[in-house]
């Protein structure tokens, strides 16, 4: 036998035991005697062929309408079932309608009643779900409108971090080494239409990401020369991995601004991608004098899983860091929107020195 048929035949088998028990004790009021086959006849008659009747009626309904709207037909079915019992002779007895006309006439007003508070209780709690359910929705809609606002307004903080650098670099190279500055120009160009590119399209993969950042390097090198070092530990294997756009290149220019330019020396950079089945880790470390201890302690406290819920607002006061570490920052809270609380974000000083940087993502 099929499943189907089987759980139907099963629900009629239900409703027709509840609508014989009610009956049998409808008769026992009624008749002052237990009637049994009478109770089965009327379980029978109200919970299987008026149900079966009726339920097309109602057979779009959503299941929390159906479900109430089965048992109030059943209920009133058996009702008038038994009711009809009464135009007959009683089970062993003579006893007609008009003898017991009071008590006919009270079950009648009963069904009549306990219809109409089934159908007020279905109709009012299918219009408090309605509403509810279109409340909630409106509220997840403004929520997603809001955090795609949010996200929008921190990936525009990242582009003209570098833009100012890059020029006055552009501008010194248009007379030392022309073609090295159209050559730049490209790069630049690359970027730009890549932060809008990728700010359209929200996820980027890693291949595309490392692309943009090697030109970002570039762009840097021509203002730092050797005194910019970069060292990358890439496992192919993730390249295709998908990733917030431009969430890589502020962690990099975060080591260039405050690792590499302000020292005599320069510094190295190392990049390092890698993952396992599930996730997928990028880590950017520097061999610099690292953060401020009072920046530290604000970053550092963000090691760990967040636990920002689906729909949930940044706070719009939460606090930054000053300049120092901004774009961690900026990473932090994109991470945060984006993956709501499914992301990792840590920085933490580095061994022995310098910043380490590590995000890691869901795969």
Known sequence: MKPGRLRGLLSDLSFAIGGSLAALLLLRYLHNEWQPLWA??????????????????????????????????????????????????????????????????????????????????VYTHARMRREVEEHRMRLSAMRETALRAQLKALQAQINPHFLFNAFNALAELTHDDPDLAEDLIGDLAHLLRYSLRSSALGRVSISQELEAVERYLRVERARLGDRLRVERSVDDAFLDSQIPGLILQPLVENAVQHAVAPRPEGGTIHIEVRGEADTVSIVVSDDGPGLPESVMRQVGSLDGFSAMGPGELLPEDAAGTAGAGGGLENVRRRLMLTYRGAARFSASQGDPAGLRVEIQVPR
Do not use: E, K
């Not at 109030?72 to 009464?86: F, H």
């Open 40 to 121: 089965i006849g009327c379980g029978f008659v109200a919970g299987v062929i008026v149900r079966h009747a009726l339920a097309p009626t109602y057979a779009s309904f959503p299941d929390f309408l159906r479900r109430p709207l089965n048992v109030a037909v059943v209920l009133l079915g058996t009702m008038l079932a038994v009711w009809g019992t009464l135009a007959l002779p009683t089970y062993g007895g003579i006893t007609y309608l008009l003898s017991i006309w009071r008590q006919a006439v009270g079950l009648m007003f009963a069904a009549a009643l306990l219809g109409l508070a089934i159908a007020a209780a």
